[in-house]
């Protein structure tokens, strides 16, 4: 079975652009999660997907919002990027929504300058 | 949900266990205990999870007191590659996962 893949693996943007992340869910899994983690933090959640709906939102703005496919495939749209936003983004797929079953990819590095 | 405290960081070396303890003083009746590892540049990964009493699995045991106040993952033997950070997540079955700063295990030759 493949895991969790996202793309790009790292990226590069100026304050005040736009940015899509995305990530393809391991197979058989419905619901994804995005998390931000800033360097020695541990990772923050940003929201989750369950067949297409959003069910689940932690504090972060709207300018974070995002998508999930009928595949369940996943996009995580920043706008007006701050320098904060540098981070490593990583997104997460279940089956269902019981905490043992997440399976990780290995995340995007993004850098604000 | 319930806050979790860890240690910031641990020391150990070659095949000596660990112990890395974990306290959630407000943990709620349908809280499971889980516990996910992450190495650098990764994502994490889920290693145990508990809701009482004792549970093993090929990696790790994960010892809850009755009173569920705290946790105790045990790392048996561990070797240079279980250097990493290790998170303590408390929370119920229905969703968004809640990680603290996480404890820094490094394991010298």
């Known amino acids: 079975e493949t895991g969790v893949t996202q793309s790009p693996t790292h990226l590069i943007k100026t304050r005040g652009q736009q940015v899509t992340l995305r990530c393809s869910s391991q197979?058989?899994?419905?619901?994804v999660s995005w998390y931000q983690q800033a360097l020695g933090q541990g990772p923050q959640f940003i929201f989750q997907?369950?067949?297409?709906?959003?069910?689940g939102r932690g504090n972060f703005p709207p300018r974070f919002s995002g998508l999930q496919f009928p595949n369940y495939s996943s996009e995580l749209n920043v706008n007006a990027l701050e320098l904060d936003d540098s981070a490593l983004y990583l997104c997460?797929?279940?089956?269902?929504?019981?905490?043992?079953?997440?399976?990780f990819g290995s995340g995007t590095r993004l850098t604000v300058v | 949900l319930a806050k979790t405290t860890q240690p910031i960081s641990m020391d150990s070396y070659e095949g000596q266990e660990v112990n890395i303890t974990c306290s959630h003083n407000?943990?709620?009746?349908?809280?499971?205990i889980t516990w996910y590892q992450q190495f650098p540049s990764q994502g994490p990964r889920f290693i145990i999870q508990?809701?009482?009493t004792k549970v093993t699995n090929e990696v790790a045991s994960l010892f809850i007191p009755a009173d569920r106040k705290s946790s105790t993952l045990s790392l048996p033997r561990v070797s240079l590659s279980d250097t990493a950070v290790y998170y303590c997540?408390?929370?119920?079955?229905?969703?968004?996962?809640?990680f603290g700063q996480g404890t820094e295990l490094s394991v010298k030759p």
């Open positions: 997460a797929s279940s089956l269902n929504q019981g905490a043992a079953g997440y399976t």
């Open positions: 407000n943990i709620a009746t349908n809280d499971y």
């Open positions: 997540l408390v929370g119920d079955m229905e969703g968004k996962l809640i």
């Open positions: 197979s058989g899994h419905n619901t």
């Open positions: 997907y369950y067949r297409e709906e959003e069910n």
């Open positions: 508990g809701y009482k």
